[in-house]
């Protein structure tokens, strides 16, 4: 019997993208409630395995929500790719959900691509959430000093920072896989599988237009002046501007 086969089945991948982060996510909330109430610590301490069932479930509704929020990340990062410089990316995947392949090597390595994206996707916003519950805690135990706190916001952004990066290349590196695995009859023709991505912050610009709207394809940040793209995007975000019709 193989012991790493749970982890090559579909069973990994909901606790990737939902336990995992939502658990991340739920503890330091978990340890200010315990601190603020002494009853909710006296059950932990009296019935440790109810408690801990507790929490898996809240972690695992709240990763549901963080999941979600993860699919909203996917569709602004791949708004920007098909609009901004690889066209036909959204085609891509519409003939490869068509096409019905057999399985395959590469097909066992696009999943394996798919399950690190969403569990990246789900990873951000869970990461922010433990950032600001670690900041609450500190400010009701004082766990931090000052230079401490400064440390640990700027490991934050620079992990947030990370972690959207390393989504955005996994979407053009599951693009091209799945552009690869399309039957050379079927792939579109105006597909550049060696275009020149772009900046990143445009991804994420159409990343909080789809979360402040949900209508990210109306929405069109091409050609713009770099200096515009982020008060664009944040106008967006805020509801000061409208996205297309």
Same mark, same amino acid.
């Given at each position: 019997?193989?012991?790493?086969?749970?982890?090559?089945?579909?069973?990994?991948?909901?606790?990737?993208?939902?336990?995992?982060?939502?658990?991340?996510?739920?503890?330091?909330?978990?340890?200010?409630?315990?601190?603020?109430?002494?009853?909710?610590?006296?059950?932990?301490?009296?019935?440790?395995?109810? *408690?801990?069932?507790? =929490?898996?479930? $809240?972690?695992?509704? @709240?990763?549901?929500? +963080?999941?979600?929020?993860? !699919?909203? %990340?996917?569709?602004?990062?791949?708004?920007?790719?098909?609009?901004?410089?690889?066209?036909?990316?959204?085609?891509?995947?519409?003939?490869?959900?068509?096409?019905?392949?057999?399985?395959?090597?590469?097909?066992?390595?696009?999943?394996?691509?798919?399950?690190?994206?969403?569990?990246?996707?789900?990873?951000?916003?869970?990461? *922010?959430?433990?950032? =600001?519950?670690? $900041?609450?805690?500190? @400010?009701?135990?004082? +766990?931090?000093?000052?230079? !401490?706190? %400064?440390?640990?916001?700027?490991?934050?952004?620079?992990?947030?920072?990370?972690?959207?990066?390393?989504?955005?290349?996994?979407?053009?590196?599951?693009?091209?896989?799945?552009?690869?695995?399309?039957?050379?009859?079927?792939?579109?023709?105006?597909?550049?599988?060696?275009?020149?991505?772009?900046?990143?912050?445009?991804?994420?610009?159409?990343?909080?237009?789809?979360?402040?709207?949900?209508?990210?394809?109306?929405?069109?940040?091409?050609?713009?002046?770099? %200096?515009?793209?982020?008060?664009?995007?944040?106008?967006?975000?805020?509801?000061?501007?409208?996205?297309?019709?």
């Amino acid at each position: 019997m193989d012991p790493f086969s749970a982890f090559k089945s579909e069973v990994f991948r909901p606790l990737a993208a939902v336990v995992m982060p939502g658990l991340l996510a739920v503890v330091p909330y978990v340890v200010i409630a315990c601190n603020a109430n002494p009853d909710i610590n006296s059950f932990y301490l009296k019935q440790t395995l109810w *408690f801990m069932a507790g =929490v898996l479930a $809240v972690a695992t509704a @709240l990763g549901l929500f +963080i999941e979600n929020l993860g !699919s909203s %990340i996917e569709r602004g990062i791949d708004r920007c790719i098909d609009h901004e410089y690889l066209p036909g990316h959204n085609s891509v995947w519409s003939l490869y959900l068509s096409c019905g392949q057999v399985d395959s090597n590469g097909r066992r390595y696009l999943a394996s691509i798919v399950t690190r994206l969403k569990y990246i996707n789900s990873m951000m916003p869970a990461v *922010f959430l433990f950032s =600001v519950g670690m $900041v609450l805690l500190d @400010l009701q135990v004082d +766990i931090l000093s000052g230079w !401490s706190m %400064i440390a640990f916001v700027v490991l934050t952004i620079s992990t947030l920072t990370w972690l959207f990066r390393t989504s955005t290349e996994l979407s053009e590196v599951a693009s091209n896989t799945r552009y690869c695995l399309l039957v050379p009859e079927q792939r579109p023709k105006e597909y550049d599988s060696n275009a020149v991505t772009v900046r990143r912050f445009r991804h994420f610009c159409y990343v909080l237009g789809e979360l402040a709207t949900s209508r990210v394809d109306s929405i069109d940040l091409k050609g713009k002046a770099a %200096i515009w793209v982020v008060p664009d995007a944040f106008c967006i975000f805020f509801g000061l501007k409208k996205t297309k019709a």
